[in-house]
């Protein structure tokens, strides 16, 4: 899912008429808080539409967001890891490290011992958990904990490898905003 700027929620969200009956139209560049929260409602609405699609395998993950002109999410700074895991936390501290992860497109699919992202992007940032990957042969795929572990604490938000036929709690796709 994009978030479009022009969408009727943000529009609204931007409109503030005064007692007076003057009206100021915000532009969207101005609040984007506003924009990050319809963002947030129009997502949450969507997750709860598709629930069904939680639980997945890498593949499946992928699949699902490659139907929706997407791929699971690439991420390329601190910022958008924090974004990312901010927006797929569900604010609950798990006991099973894989109800706290989440699917990101970073896998050694396309080239072994290599990790590249789904969408093409190029990897210019990563955020290992525990260190760099020793063997990326026996863990191909790589989720990102959105949620706190009380096994893996000091992983919060950091990115673990693990076997693509791992079912996670959830996963993030992302597309082009020309999409």
């Given at each position: 899912m994009t978030?479009?700027?022009?969408?009727?929620?943000?529009?609204?969200?931007?409109?503030?008429?005064?007692?007076?009956?003057?009206?100021?139209?915000?532009?969207?560049?101005?609040?984007?808080?506003?924009?990050?929260?319809?963002?947030?409602?129009k997502?949450?609405?969507?997750?709860m539409?598709n629930?069904?699609?939680y639980?997945?395998?890498?593949?499946?993950?992928?699949?699902?967001?490659?139907?929706n002109?997407?791929?699971l999410?690439?991420i390329?700074?601190?910022?958008?890891?924090?974004?990312?895991?901010?927006?797929?936390?569900?604010?609950?501290?798990?006991?099973n490290?894989?109800?706290?992860q989440?699917?990101i497109?970073?896998?050694?699919?396309?080239?072994?011992?290599?990790?590249?992202?789904?969408?093409?992007?190029?990897?210019?940032?990563?955020?290992?958990?525990?260190?760099?990957?020793?063997n990326?042969?026996?863990?191909?795929?790589?989720?990102?904990?959105?949620?706190?572990?009380?096994?893996?604490?000091?992983?919060?938000?950091?990115?673990?490898?693990?076997l693509?036929?791992?079912?996670?709690?959830?996963?993030?796709?992302?597309?082009?905003?020309?999409?």
């Amino acid at each position: 899912m994009t978030c479009n700027p022009n969408w009727p929620e943000i529009k609204e969200a931007l409109r503030h008429e005064f007692a007076d009956g003057t009206v100021l139209q915000q532009n969207s560049n101005m609040r984007s808080n506003i924009i990050v929260r319809v963002f947030k409602q129009k997502s949450e609405q969507l997750i709860m539409k598709n629930q069904k699609y939680y639980h997945l395998n890498s593949t499946d993950a992928e699949n699902y967001c490659i139907l929706n002109g997407a791929h699971l999410t690439s991420i390329h700074s601190p910022d958008e890891n924090n974004f990312i895991a901010d927006f797929a936390r569900t604010g609950m501290i798990f006991e099973n490290g894989h109800e706290a992860q989440v699917y990101i497109g970073l896998n050694t699919f396309t080239q072994a011992g290599v990790y590249k992202w789904t969408d093409g992007t190029q990897l210019d940032y990563v955020n290992w958990a525990g260190g760099t990957p020793s063997n990326p042969n026996i863990n191909p795929c790589v989720t990102l904990f959105a949620d706190m572990d009380s096994r893996y604490e000091s992983w919060y938000q950091q990115w673990p490898r693990v076997l693509c036929t791992d079912i996670e709690r959830a996963f993030v796709c992302k597309k082009p905003a020309n999409k």
